[in-house]
Structures are given as structure tokens and as C-alpha cells.
T-cell receptor
Framework: DAGVIQSPRHEVTEMGQEVTLRCKPI?????LFWYRQTMMRGLELLIY????????DSGMPEDRFSAKMPNASFSTLKIQPSEPRDSAVYFC?????????????FGPGTRLTVT | AQSVAQPEDQVNVAEGNPLTVKCTYS??????LFWYVQYPNRGLQFLLK??????LVKGSYGFEAEFNKSQTSFHLKKPSALVSDSALYFC????????????FGKGTKLSVIP
């Protein structure tokens, strides 16, 4: 099992550019979560998908952020346009209701720097 | 709304000494409680969970946690700390069956001093 895969691991971009973060959950997992981690705010849940459907996006900071899950094995988090305050580590996590409910498996994260 | 508090930003302990990382929660109903660990430049890794049953839960790497309902606490413990235990530790809670969302504490940085 390769675990949750995220790409890129590091992203440096200029303010105003579009940024796309990618996630491949563990095969067979039906829930997917996007988190943001900063020193100031800790770990924040941005959005949660269940069976590819967005269930709760109340944590998405503003309209510049969007997330999609076109199939069970792929999700994207897009920021357009990016701003310096978006600099953070973004984690994707997945879980399976059949395995151990609520135990989430985290990817290695994408460290985003917006200059 | 549910919340998780980790009152200490940092805990320092000498190698070989027992360690405790504190966590209190506010969750309606019967909580599901978790501890995760994060090593530098890595994602969070599951350590242990409490769902129901015995209040003392044993997890990975010799860690254990004690659920105390009256004090709404779920402190993480280890009898003898290792330098390799140095990391960031997160407590998380959910309101139980049917709830997907984990609420995380802000994390506690554990430093084990040789």
C-alpha cells in the first residue's frame, strides 16, 4: 500500500498565480479530507468528500479556493488567485468506513509558498 | 461546537523519564478520541484511539492514553521517553458514530533531551 500520495511536495509561486494541489487517496477509501496547517491556526479542515461528493466545505476560506474529486482515486485543491497568506502546508487524508471509522491516513503534505 | 485543548505548547522531558502530553475535550455525547504524531516534514500518523471499553488504551511505539470521562481528558503517556519520540503530538476528537469530522488540538511539541 503506497499510502496517500500528494503532489507536488513543494510549490513556490508568485501572488496572483493559480496553484493546483493533487491527492491520490488510499485505494478503497471512500472519504477524503483536505487540511491546511499553519503555525498561527494549527490544523484546519478545509473540505470533506464522501464517495466523491463534497459533504462539507464550510472550512474553505473563500471563493479563491475550490476542490474537486472527479473519481475515487483523485482529488485537486485549487487556489486562484493565490495570495501570500495562503502559504501553508496542505494535507490530504483519506479514511474508510469499512476499516476503522474516523481513523484518517495522512499524506506527506504540500508545502506552499506564495511570494 | 466541539473543541480540543492541548494546554501545553511544548513539553520537555529527559530521556528515560515518563512523559505526559495533556488533552481535554468538549464533545457532545460519547466521544471518539485520537492521538496523532507528526515528525518533521511528514504527515500525521495515527498513534491510538479510544472508542469504547477500557479507559486505558495502548497504541503504537509504547504509547498509551487514559480516557477520563469526569475530567473530559485523554492524556497521552509513555513510561520511558526516547529521543526518537521528539515530535509534534495532536489530540483529536469526534462526537461519535455517524460523525466524520475530527477536531484537532493545536498540537504539543515534545522534546526528549538526551
Amino acid at each position: 500500500d503506497a499510502g496517500v500520495i500528494q503532489s507536488p511536495r513543494h510549490e513556490v509561486t508568485e501572488m496572483g498565480q493559480e496553484v493546483t494541489l493533487r491527492c491520490k487517496p488510499i485505494s478503497g477509501h471512500n472519504s477524503l479530507f483536505w487540511y491546511r496547517q499553519t503555525m498561527m491556526r494549527g490544523l484546519e479542515l478545509l473540505i470533506y468528500f464522501n464517495n466523491n461528493v463534497p459533504i462539507d466545505d464550510s472550512g474553505m476560506p473563500e471563493d479563491r479556493f475550490s476542490a474537486k474529486m472527479p473519481n475515487a482515486s483523485f482529488s485537486t485543491l485549487k487556489i486562484q488567485p493565490s495570495e501570500p497568506r495562503d502559504s501553508a502546508v496542505y494535507f490530504c487524508a483519506s479514511s474508510s468506513i469499512r476499516d476503522s471509522p474516523l481513523r484518517q491516513y495522512f499524506g506527506p503534505g504540500t508545502r506552499l509558498t506564495v511570494t | 461546537a466541539q473543541s480540543v485543548a492541548q494546554p501545553e505548547d511544548q513539553v520537555n522531558v529527559a530521556e528515560g523519564n515518563p512523559l505526559t502530553v495533556k488533552c481535554t475535550y468538549s464533545v457532545s455525547g460519547n466521544p471518539y478520541l485520537f492521538w496523532y504524531v507528526q515528525y518533521p516534514n511528514r504527515g500525521l500518523q495515527f498513534l491510538l484511539k479510544y472508542i469504547t471499553g477500557d479507559n486505558l488504551v495502548k497504541g503504537s511505539y509504547g504509547f498509551e492514553a487514559e480516557f477520563n470521562k469526569s475530567q473530559t481528558s485523554f492524556h497521552l503517556k509513555k513510561p520511558s521517553a526516547l529521543v526518537s519520540d521528539s515530535a509534534l503530538y495532536f489530540c483529536a476528537a469526534s462526537s461519535g458514530a455517524g460523525s466524520y469530522q475530527l477536531t484537532f488540538g493545536k498540537g504539543t511539541k515534545l522534546s526528549v533531551i538526551p
